[in-house]
Each structure stands twice: as structure tokens, then as C-alpha cells.
């Protein structure tokens, strides 16, 4: 032992010895991403140059801080994909209602642009999106422009404390103070509180005499938190303070206000131009709504939670999202003359741009296509290959084009070929008659007559195995969702949605119900022998892994089925062994698709006194009569100008719980209705 410990000892001394050469070295170079040095003269009359690696671009053998240190301007120059949002919007509001815009000259006192900051429909709108925002913004009730300036500044770990006295101050429940009166100038805008680094920088003028170039000192130590400076500055603006007559415990209170400011010091600079962005994305919002998610959606349809959000609002606004149609898509999603958004064929998974552009220059140029014959006779089948010809088939884009379904085209006939091969060798036979000698000769055909094959019988594809697959090509479901034919279920039992469920601390302690389609599954044994597994659930707006255990596991694993659609129903509560970290416990399980049998036992029928006559009586019982079940049939008779309410139920009479039923209600007004 004591030789191995003598051998080693030399070899830690050597060690301990270039690691002393090594500390403070720099380990690698890096090229900023998008730093760029500007000087008067030739860079390399200031600092030593080189290539970067892989490319032919100078770059400085000076780190950026030394760079600036000898006063060279290091500017950072960022991509923004909201301004290509802005300028595809643009583009499409001169497209569909021939109106130029300027985002330079828009007015900043826009009353549709402040209701919408106002009510917090700020999805799709540049730095305003997260839910504390939009309640932020619903509290607010920005009017100004200013007020979208502070709350960019101030919507950030540190400064987002000031928020709810900033909306108190403005609103007049809380008293402006200012701990002097010099300072009532320069933080009036923003009710006496301290909000941007600009706002510290004349405020040292005004009470300290700081030069200029002192109060920018002052700034970019609040900015790059450095305290040796910030601590020099300190003893320069007690002084100058002290000489212009102001009291030294109300100085050190502003100037320790300023210190816990720096660490969150936001230059309204730069709020501003984030601010100006907003109200532009805010404005094209607000005014030309479907031209303006239709370029969202346009510029994230790679990202497939960000599209089902952007689809999720556009729904909510009113708009509906069309599918692909060959005959009115381009290439990105466009508005069309009914003010609806139409998706885009470049959006569509395995179309390339080359294939859509053939299609949209074909159909512009000799009319829209009458029929797949048509289309596969007119557009270049080398392009539009069978790839994408498949593609366009289960994204639901030739659904337009009569008389074929979808699973027709790949049904197979005598020969074993599908009908959408027979289709392309169909439409190249066609072009190539078109082409040959013989056209000239003998007319257009030529003398020959090509027959046009057709496509061999069989049942179209379910539902759900068509949304699925234009799930694939499309990345979301579309023309529908498989979730829509429970929409009763969802709204009568469910609490939560997934994405609600990605914040499981607001649910804390409390029961929960959700519903979705199972995408995923997964089983395995626990290190200790114990059966453990998990599924995803997916709803309209996001998905949610739940893990089971033990006995919990073996009681719902026959769940454990993708494409099952499922009511999940437990409560949020700490785990066993970490009564801090929350976990959502599975009490209940239900086929959605039983639920009407298992869990309603009645439905209760709102309306109002004015609506009950002999015909309406009549049509109730008919489509009563027409719905036979077991449900208990109640009705809550409403008289509002006596403001009485009579409940009533029938012993005798039972309906079924059926979507024709269900329907008849929604489509009568001045109905409600509730399943119990």
C-alpha cells in the first residue's frame, strides 16, 4: 500500500501543477450567432482577425468584451418570426380584400386593437401570449400605448411584483407617491414606480447632477450587474445629491431601491420596439382576423403544438379552418371569399413546393379541375408524383373532386393495381397520346379512345381511421376530431383540460376530470418485481402521460389500448413517499362511448313559459318518441318576468341520451339542457 500510494503522489503533484498553468485559459473558441463588430476603419487596424471554421467569415480574435473595451460596436442582430408573420398578413389582406397596409402609419389609438388587449385575446400576439399575461392584461385594461410598453418591461422574474400596483395606481385604488417631487416628472407615465433603466438614468441627472456618460456608467452596470462599479457610482450620487440639498435616508432608500431594481433593469428602449411589434401583430388581429391566423398558422405548421393552439383560437374567433381542396388551396394557408382560412397545399406532409406550385399554375391558367381524370390528365405527373398523389388523397384535398372516396383510390382491382396507379398510368397515357405524331395526323385522339379506369367498389374508411390518417399527412386532426361525437360527455363531466393539467398546482387537493384519446402505451416491471405502466391522453388541446402502479396498474391496464377513447377521472394530491411533488391518482376509468349508459341517469330540459304550446309540445313528444331509452326526462319551467321556476319530470315518459336528440335541443332557441 505504501508503494502505491508513493507512485501515485507524483503524478497528483503533476496534476495539481498544470492545472495551475491551465486555470483562466480559455478551454474554446465560439463565433457569436449573430454578433456583428462594426468599426471607422479596417477591423484589422484594431484587433487581430481570422476566418471562422467551416466558412469565409472574419471574425475577431477578441472576446466581445474586450471588443467593446476598446471601442469597437458589438450590435446583435436577431431573426424575428413574428415580422415575417406581419408581412405574410399583410399580403394576404391586399389578396383578399384589396387593402394596402402600413404598419408603419397605423394609428396607435386603435379602440378594437386596446379591447382586444383589454380582454386578453392575445394568442398569436408578439410577448403578450402566456396565461399570466392575459390576466395581467384583463386586470390592466390598457388604453395607451404606453401601458403595453410598462407591461413588456415589467412581465419578468423580479418586476412582475410591481404589476398589481401598477393596475392599481392606474386605476386610481391606490394613492401615486413619489419620494421627492423632482421625481414626479420622469415616473409619472409609469405611476411613480420605477420601470425602465432610462427612467434611473435621468433620474441621476436630475438629482445627482450625473453627466451623461455617468448616468450610461450607471446603466450598464444595472444591465452586466456589476457591483464594483454599481458601488463606486454609489459614493458619486450620495455626493451629488447631498450638494443639491436633498436628504441623505430618502437618497440611500432611492439609491437601495435602485440596487434591488438592477437586477431585473429593463431599457424601455427596447420594451418599446417589442411593444410597437405587439400592437402591430395586436392590430392585424383585431381588424383582419381570419388574414392574420391564417399567416400564423402559415409560419408554425411544422410546430404541432403551437398549430393546434393557433387552430384552437381560430375556432374561437369564429373562423372556420378549411381542409385542403385542390381546387382553392395555395401554397400556405390563405383566406378564401367567405372570410374562411383555407389550409395550405405546402402544408401537407410529402407534397413538395415543386408539385403545388404545378397545381396552382395549371388550375390558374386553364380553370379549376372538374374531376381526378381531369387533374391527373392536366398536371405533371413527374412532379406530382404517386407519393404526393397519395398524400393529397388522405389530407382530404381532392374530397372536392365528385364521385370517388377516399379509400377508393387505393382499392385494388382484377390486376392487383390500385385505382390510383391505373389513374397515373391513365393520365400519362393521355399526355403522351397529346404529344405523339399520331395527333397531328388524325385529331385529337388520334383515332384511338382511351378508357378512363374506375375505381373497384368497397366501404369507405371509419371515421377514425380517416382522421388518422390525415392525422399523418397533416400533423393534426382537421376536416374533425375523433373526440367531437362526445362533446356531451366532455362538457357534462369534465373539469380540466390536458393542457390545464401541465400545471398541476392550481389543481392541488382537488378532483379532477378529463377525457382524450389514448396515443400511446407503455408496461414494464419495477426493479423490485412490481407491474407498472402508463398511457398518453390526448384532448383538443394537448396530451397528458398518466403512470400507474402495483395495483393500480392491474386494475386499469385493460385501458391500456391506443385509439381507446377514455373519461379519467382522480384527484391531484401529493405522492406517497414526497407529500411536495404532485402526481395525478386514477380513481375512475370510462369507455367514452359508455358513458351515456353508465353515467347519465337523466336529462333536465330549461325553457321558458312563453315557449310551451300544442306544437311544441307535439314535437317533443315525437322526437322523444323517436329516441326511446331509459333516461328520466326533467324540465325546469322558467318564468322571468314573475321570476319563478317550476321543476317538473315525467314518470312515464324515457328518452334516450342520442345525438338526434341532443341535437333537436341545440337547434331550438331558448332551450337548455343538462345531463345528470
Sequence with gaps: MLKERESKEPLVAQTLKYAEVLEGSIRQTGVHACGIIISKEN??????????????LYVTQYEGNHVEAIGLLKMDFLGLKTLSILKDAVENIKKSKAITIDLETLPLDDGHTYELFSNGETTGVFQFESVGMKRYLRDLKPNQFGDLIAMNALYRPGPMDYIPQYIKRKHGREKIKYELPAMERLLQETYGITVYQEQVMLLSQELAGFSKGQADSLRKAMGKKKRDIMDRLKVEFVAG????????????????????????????????????????????????????????????INDIKKITVMMEETRRMGIDVLGPDVNESLLQFTVNRAGNIRFGLGAIKGVGENAVLNIIEERENNGPYKDIYDLAERVNLNTVNKRMLEALVVSGAVDGLPGISRAQYFSADSKGSSFLESLIRYGSSVKNLRNSSQQSLFGEAGGFELVRPEPAPCADWSKLEKLNKEKQVIGIYLSSHPLDDYRLEINAFCNATLADLQNLHEFANRDVCVAGIVTETRSGVTKNGKPFGGFTLQDYTDSFTFLLFDKDYVTFSNFFVTDYHLLVRGKVQGRHYNPDELEFRIREIHLLSAVRDDLISSITIKLKTELVNPGFVDNLKTIISENPGNKTVKFLLIDHEDKITLPLFSRSIKAGITNEFIGWLEDNPGLDFKVN
Design 43 to 56: 477591423l484589422c487596424e484594431y484587433v487581430p482577425i481570422c476566418t471562422a471554421k467551416d466558412t469565409d
Design 241 to 300: 445629491c447631498q450638494k443639491n440639498g436633498y436628504d441623505i435616508s430618502i437618497i440611500n432608500k432611492i439609491w437601495s431601491d435602485w440596487e434591488s431594481f438592477a437586477e431585473y433593469a429593463f431599457n424601455k428602449s427596447h420594451s418599446t420596439c417589442y411593444a410597437l411589434i405587439a400592437y402591430q401583430t395586436g392590430y392585424l388581429k383585431a381588424n383582419y382576423p381570419a388574414e392574420f391566423m391564417a399567416a400564423v398558422l402559415s409560419r408554425n
